[in-house]
């Protein structure tokens, strides 16, 4: 059985006798609650927005360096282009993920950078989405 610490809310599987989180005795785990499918929040966003500023600088530099060794109209120029554009770009890959739970074993899933199917991490199961909500993929 899985479950969450009583105490501090950590996620357990059965194995445990102790909280990893907060170290107290588990006799009895709290089962965790499912929840649907929702629209990932800007935290997704974020991490392409940050994706998108670490990218960024290195194209620009490198299309910089690239304009300097004459090669700058075929590949610097398209590179420092796509630098100015990458943190504008970075949130678009992460807002339309969903967020919810493996149909197989309960765990907390995201669909971000998922095309058609993914492996869950907590059971390596192959998980599908279909009209926006996690399914079983065979």
Same mark, same amino acid.
């Given at each position: 059985?899985? %479950? @969450?610490?009583?105490?501090? !809310? *950590?996620? $357990?599987?059965?194995?445990?006798? &102790?909280? /990893?989180?907060? #170290?107290?005795? =588990?006799?009895?785990?709290?089962?965790?609650?499912?929840?649907?499918?929702?629209?990932?929040p800007a935290k997704q966003a974020f991490s392409g927005l940050l994706l998108?500023?670490?990218?960024?600088?290195?194209?620009?530099?490198?299309?910089?360096?690239?304009?300097?060794? %004459? @090669?700058?109209?075929?590949? !610097? *120029?398209? $590179?420092?282009?796509?630098?100015? &554009?990458? /943190?504008?770009? #970075?949130?678009? =890959?992460?807002?339309?993920?969903?967020?919810?739970?493996?149909?197989?074993?309960?765990?907390?899933?995201?669909?971000?950078?998922?095309?058609?199917?993914?492996?869950?991490?907590?059971?390596?199961?192959?998980?599908?989405?279909?009209?926006?909500?996690?399914?079983?993929?065979?």
């Open positions: 059985m899985e %479950g @969450l610490c009583p105490k501090c !809310g *950590a996620h $357990l599987t059965s194995s445990f006798l &102790i909280c /990893p989180g907060c #170290g107290k005795a =588990v006799t009895e785990l709290t089962p965790r609650e499912t929840l649907p499918a929702e629209k990932a998108g500023a670490i990218a960024g600088p290195a194209m620009i530099v490198t299309g910089a360096m690239l304009c300097l060794t %004459g @090669l700058g109209v075929f590949l !610097g *120029a398209p $590179l420092i282009v796509g630098g100015v &554009i990458a /943190p504008l770009v #970075g949130p678009m =890959v992460g807002m339309n993920s969903l967020r919810g739970n493996c149909p197989w074993c309960g765990a907390g899933v995201s669909s971000l950078n998922a095309k058609g199917s993914f492996e869950c991490e907590a059971c390596r199961k192959r998980v599908a989405v279909k009209d926006h909500k996690f399914v079983q993929a065979a």
